[in-house]
């Protein structure tokens, strides 16, 4: 498969890429700087210079041609605007939806948040903005006629991933190894589960590919 990875410099986009060449498949990584390209190499994938924020749906879409599926790891990061946490995190992934459609590409996996839901709608405080922009992104993938796949993690942590996880609708508050996200974007692409789910992931004790084949539609 070549699958293009959006925010193809983040942790869990990286640790994604790595699984996916060792696999033996194609992660084209899209990044906006370009000094992040010997990071993305190093990690098995193709880098390729696109800033989600300066580009439209067309263009993206004609950048995507011959890929299979796209996956959503972007995100605006620690410290940045409420602004930009609706410009990347919400316009971001509705924007690679949109070139989804229009490039013929139906599989689509969206690395959300946990808690998308539950934010406070008249709030300005960057968090409650950002779990807002994740909310919205997530409903606007819904919306649309596509074989996705919402991912909704706990809280991520640098520790080496385990391979054991808890998926659910609601799984109450916990956290998760980025590697074990990493390993529910890659099962799910290969393997063809969890189409049509949204779901919590945080560590557990069911092996990825056994969770995702339980986890409800």
């Known amino acids: 498969m070549r699958i293009a990875i959006a925010g193809g410099h983040g ?13 033996g498949h194609e992660a084209v990584a899209i990044i906006r700087n370009p000094d992040h390209a010997a990071d993305v190499l ?10 989600l924020e300066a580009v439209d749906a067309q263009t993206l879409a004609r950048d995507l041609q011959g890929v299979d599926a796209v996956v959503f ?23 690679l939806a949109d070139a989804a459609e229009l490039a013929g590409i139906r599989r ?16 300005d405080d960057v968090f409650q903005v950002y779990l807002r922009a994740k909310g919205e992104a997530d409903e606007a993938v ?8 919402i991912i909704r993690p706990g809280g991520l942590t ?5 391979g054991q996880v808890t998926l659910a609708g609601s799984t109450g508050r916990g956290g998760i190894p980025r590697d074990d996200v990493a390993a529910i ?15 919590e992931a945080i560590a557990g004790d069911t092996p990825v590919a056994e969770a995702l084949e339980a986890v409800l539609y």
């Open 73 to 95: 790891a972007a995100g605006a990061g620690p410290g940045s605007s409420a602004e930009r946490k609706l410009t990347v995190d919400r316009d971001g992934a509705v924007l």
């Open 11 to 23: 942790a869990i986009a990286l640790l994604t890429e790595k699984r996916l060449a060792e696999a």
């Open 158 to 162: 640098d520790e080496a991933g385990t």
């Open 142 to 149: 819904r919306s649309r006629d596509l074989d996705y796949t």
């Open 42 to 51: 190093v990690a098995g994938g193709i880098p390729v210079v696109i800033d």
């Open 185 to 199: 974007i890659v099962a799910t692409l290969l393997d063809g589960t969890g189409i049509g789910a949204q779901f």
């Open 108 to 123: 689509f996996v969206l690395v959300s948040s946990m808690g998308a839901d539950a934010s406070l709608p008249d709030s």
